[in-house]
């Protein structure tokens, strides 16, 4: 963060600030978009709270992929929903793709 400062001086003007930082061993991290999923695997995340806010810091190699209804997702909710092709895509695309939230909707 501050490049040439002791990490133990560090840790004491965070203390002297408030905040507070915890290293969260992850696998992945996922951040859900309308349109796309980025994807950071392997990451290095760091919580840090600073008068009861709470702030991520999340740092690797990052994808992307785009947002897709799945033939399969779509046949579940006709299925369970009793409802058309065209009416379960819709349902999945109003719900963000959430399978329970589009079959609900129909029901």
């Known amino acids: ?4 400062i002791d990490p133990k001086k560090m840790q004491a003007m965070m203390k002297q600030l408030g905040m507070k930082q915890e290293e969260i061993e992850a696998e ?5 978009c309308s ?10 995340v760091v919580k840090i ?3 009861g806010q709470d702030s991520w810091q999340i740092t690797g190699n990052a994808s992307e992929e785009e947002k897709g209804i799945s033939e399969e997702d779509i046949v ?5 929903a009793d409802v058309s092709k065209e009416k379960a895509e819709q349902a999945l695309k109003d719900s963000n793709g959430d399978l329970a939230e589009a079959i609900l909707s129909l029901s």
């Open 49 to 51: 709270n600073m008068q």
């Open 76 to 80: 579940q909710v006709m299925e369970k």
């Open 35 to 44: 349109d796309k999923r980025i994807i950071i695997k392997e990451p290095n």
């Open 28 to 32: 992945r991290v996922i951040i859900e």
């Open 1 to 4: 963060m501050f490049g040439g």
